[in-house]
Nanobody, 116 residues
Framework: QVQLVESGGGLVQAGGSLRLSCTAS????????MGWYRQAPGKQRDLVAS???????NYADSVKGRFTISRDNAKNTVYLQMNDLKSEDTAVYYC??????????WGQGTQVTVSS
């Protein structure tokens, strides 16, 4: 059974930083695609950033230059470093994985609130 446990959300002022963490179990982490999505109230869930097995990354245009996704395969953990946060970054952030078998899972979500 795949499990993703997120942490690191919270309340921060505009211009501040937060780091989200997501620790996975039940998958071969080193070969899994890992990603962060976010969903604001009344909006659809959108991709924020993803990182593939060999470290290639992809970012939403709205976070390029401000957010960085990284992974530590020894800890089965993916991170999202968020800098220069803006009010429009306020959302519930979800960790996502899909391994080479095609097994996919979502985390429970962590709230990020940016006050202006």
């Amino acid at each position: 059974q795949v499990q993703l446990v997120e942490s690191g959300g919270g309340l921060v002022q505009a211009g501040g930083s937060l780091r989200l963490s997501c620790t996975a179990s039940g998958i071969i982490f080193s070969s899994a695609l890992m990603g962060w999505y976010r969903q604001a109230p009344g909006k659809q869930r959108d991709l924020v950033a993803s990182i593939r097995m060999y470290g290639s990354t992809n970012y939403a245009d709205s976070v390029k230059g401000r957010f960085t996704i990284s992974r530590d395969n020894a800890k089965n953990t993916v991170y999202l470093q968020m800098n220069d946060l803006k009010s429009e970054d306020t959302a519930v952030y979800y960790c996502y994985t899909r391994d080479l078998r095609g097994v996919a899972a979502w985390g429970q979500g962590t709230q990020v609130t940016v006050s202006s």
